[in-house]
């Protein structure tokens, strides 16, 4: 009796992440439920003070830095979007680097990880592609298309794997494509079944897109991970903005599946149930962050959802329905949508919950979650889609960042009350991580690392680390000895303007300082712009003959402006788009003499000339 009790008491334990093996961070979000939470009480309240950083791993390709680092035994594996590195989790020593040479790039360049499963890796590569990597090597096992990334389809999420079967959804909804997430047989790469998160036709919500032609570009992008709950063989994903942005009225109706979770059964893809947090959405309020499973104290099943709206959802798993819904950021003009002359709103469309969503400590049950303040003006007017740019309709007019500030928010995971809020002076989009030893750790756009007080919230310690902190920050052990690492450097100046900042890098801190200070490990650089290959050479012949000229020959600038001047565009779709619709004293280059691809191979090779802004 007793010893049947003891044992369905671990296996629930187990299925709730909390086996007694909890030494590692063997997952984007820890475990499949997503809970962030570490049972390592070495590093405490009494004495956090002395953590300090013991190595640096300069990763050596800037950019978008927002990986969220893995950690299975001694090894941690990270992500930029070209490279996969697999270091030492204490001392930063590199055991191989990959590097994608393919020359494919996204509209978008970020990558936020692997996904871990016996003893291979899973993630995106640039081009929409999904490779599985052994882990031990950093060797390609197999590589998958995935989408179509010249039509804006591409993978920034980090895939999760379970049972023989790995998961991705495409990114991309501001470019209009239409949305869905695959389930993979984690031995071949073979595509198990699709779901379509716009639904058409004769599948359930299509009937929420009243114009039609509107679903088949109606956007539904997933862009960081995913949750399952491997009891109950669900899979939860988190399904992003309705596209054209900013124009609701082109495309009436609730928009599902966008702005919502939806459930499906994670064998065969079918659709168990939703949640739609915002219906018909004008602000581009996606939910962005993987959704995460808890249990309250009355033995309630829910999901908690940090919205781009400003707000934390827990939603019943038996009713559906919201329980609770809690404000993170300031809230205004919800209600309203985008005018000609431009609506004010808040959060806009670079706040709320990014792309790190809440966490979950189960032995207090709070739920903790960071946040971006930041509003926005928001217009609609005259556009088009065109294949592979962004379809705004039309408008997002910033604030000064000076405005951004963050949050980091603790919740009563019942009730949703508001237990204390820690203000940030930028915003945080960095993961949360609650710990056994009464902490919380987490970073800011500043650059700040910080340990709080998980029961007050007071700052413990702050550590700036020079760099905006945009990814993961995580808890593990290696040789019986709790460490913690952050990432440093994110430059994704498109994402968070001149807030992000600083070079790559990856800190990891212990308890006692090594004496001659933290012992750095640099790698080599590797190039923003999708590395050197055939296409970035033809675009440099293209750039030097038709550009170099007013440009200058390293786009420093002549007659025409630098074009490697932080002022000048960086994003891939914001070059393509100049350069084939360009203001007054540039000429007309596109049809003609340059053509489609002429006009992307010039536009990568411009990139690569940018390679300390990306
Ligand atoms: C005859 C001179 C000339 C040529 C040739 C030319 N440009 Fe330009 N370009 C300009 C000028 C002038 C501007 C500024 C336009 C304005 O703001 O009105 C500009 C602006 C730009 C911008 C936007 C810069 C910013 O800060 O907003 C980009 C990007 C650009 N050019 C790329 C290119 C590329 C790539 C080529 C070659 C395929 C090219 N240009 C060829 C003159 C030229």
């Not at 298309?145 to 980090?158: C, H, K, R, T, Y």
Request: proline residues 6%; aromatic residues 10%; glycine residues 14%.
């Amino acid at each position: 009796m007793h010893g049947v009790i003891l044992a369905t008491l671990a296996a629930l334990l187990a299925a709730w992440g909390c086996s007694g093996a909890d030494t590692g961070w063997p997952a984007y979000n820890k475990t499949l439920h997503g809970q962030r939470f570490s049972a390592l009480a070495q590093i405490t309240t009494a004495n956090v003070s002395g953590l300090s950083p013991v190595c640096e791993l300069i990763i050596g390709e800037d950019g978008a830095f927002q990986t969220g680092p893995v950690a299975v035994g001694d090894t941690m594996f990270l992500t930029t979007p070209h490279t996969t590195v697999a270091m030492h989790a204490a001392t930063c020593q590199v055991f191989w680097r990959h590097i994608d040479t393919s020359g494919k790039y996204d509209p978008t360049s970020v990558n936020r990880g692997v996904a871990y499963l016996g003893g291979r890796l899973f993630r995106g590569l640039p081009g929409s592609r999904l490779a599985a990597l052994q882990a031990s090597s950093g060797r390609v096992v197999w590589e998958v298309p995935v989408g179509d990334f010249s039509a804006g389809e591409f993978l920034s999420s980090a895939p999760i794997a379970w049972d023989g079967m790995v998961y991705i959804g495409l990114a991309g909804g501001d470019w209009g494509i239409r949305g869905r997430i695959m389930g993979y047989d984690a031995a071949t790469g073979r595509e198990v079944w699709r779901f379509n998160t716009i639904p058409m036709g004769l599948e359930r919500g299509a009937e929420t897109w009243h114009i039609s032609g509107t679903a088949e570009r109606g956007g539904g992008g997933t862009w960081s991970s995913y949750a399952l709950d491997p009891a109950a063989g669900e899979l939860f994903v988190s399904v992003g903005n309705p596209a054209p942005d900013f124009d609701p009225d082109a495309r009436l109706g609730d928009n599902l599946f966008t702005n919502s979770v939806v459930v499906l059964d994670a064998k065969s893809g079918n659709l168990k149930w939703w949640f739609q947090a915002t219906a018909n959405d004008g602000f581009d309020w996606d939910l962005a962050a993987a959704p995460m499973l808890y249990r309250t104290g009355d033995g309630d099943d829910r999901v908690a959802l940090g919205s781009k709206n400003g707000y934390v959802y827990s939603v019943s798993r038996a009713t559906h329905k919201a329980v609770f819904k809690t404000p993170i950021t300031t809230i205004l003009n919800a209600d309203q949508r985008p005018t000609r002359e431009g609506v004010r709103a808040c959060p806009g469309a670079l706040g709320g919950v990014e792309w790190n969503g809440p966490a979950f400590d189960p032995t207090t049950r709070t739920i903790y979650v960071g946040s971006v303040d930041w509003c926005m003006t928001f217009k609609t007017g005259g556009y088009e889609y065109a294949r592979g740019q962004w379809y705004f309709g039309t408008q997002m007019i910033y604030e000064p960042t000076d405005s951004a500030v963050g949050w980091v928010y603790a919740l009563d995971g019942t009730e949703g009350r508001v237990r204390w809020r820690f203000r940030t002076p930028k915003p945080v989009v960095a993961g949360v991580t609650p710990t056994a030893g009464g902490l919380l750790f987490t970073g800011d756009l500043a650059g700040n690392f910080y340990a709080l007080d998980k029961r007050s919230g007071k700052a413990l310690l702050t550590i700036p680390t020079g760099g905006a902190i945009a990814g993961g920050v995580v808890t593990y052990l290696v040789g019986g000895k709790q460490y913690v690492a952050t990432t440093s450097g994110n430059t994704s100046r498109g994402t968070f303007r001149n807030m992000a900042g600083g070079t790559a890098k990856l800190i990891v801190m212990a308890l006692e300082a090594p004496p001659r200070g933290p012992r750095r490990v640099r790698l080599a650089p590797v190039n923003a712009g999708g590395l050197v290959s055939k296409q970035v050479e033809e675009g440099k012949q293209l750039f030097e003959r038709y550009c170099a000229g007013c440009h200058g020959a390293q786009g420093e600038g002549g007659s025409g402006p630098s074009l490697i001047a932080s002022s000048a565009p960086h994003e891939m779709a914001a070059i393509l788009a100049f350069i084939k619709n360009p203001r007054q004293l540039m000429p007309d280059l596109y049809p003609d003499p340059l053509n489609d691809r002429q006009v992307s191979v010039t536009a990568m090779y411009v990139r690569t000339l940018q390679r300390w802004k990306h």
